[in-house]
């Protein structure tokens, strides 16, 4: 895998902040943020892709593969898309801030 193709593959695996309150809790009291990321994606690429992307230390990665939820469409039964998420811990003085310049 060329070095451009590794780097465009880090950019897409976070899809995007997970914000809940579990995950709020999460972030107060053991300093780790919740991303939604590629259902294929591993804790190794998980902690580069973070690392790069904000510029922070990582420190762990667990991951949990979230069931998509049974619903129905008007008549039509049908089932949500799983997904991934990963709870990134920050080194001690890392933080991830996403509400921009504060």
Do not use: C
């Not at 972030?27 to 190794?44: E, N, P, S, W």
């Amino acid at each position: 895998m060329s070095a451009a193709h590794a780097k465009e593959r880090l950019m897409s695996v976070v899809i995007g902040p997970h914000l809940s309150e579990k995950a709020t809790v999460a972030g107060d009291r053991d300093k780790q943020v919740v991303f939604r990321v590629r259902r294929d994606a591993t804790k190794a690429e998980i902690r580069r892709a973070v690392e790069m992307l904000f510029e922070v230390k990582v420190e762990g990665v667990q991951v949990v593969n979230v069931m998509g939820k049974v619903k129905r469409f008007g008549r039509t039964p049908g089932r949500r898309q799983d997904w991934k998420k990963a709870y990134v811990s920050l080194a001690e003085g890392s933080d991830i801030n996403f509400m921009g310049n504060e």
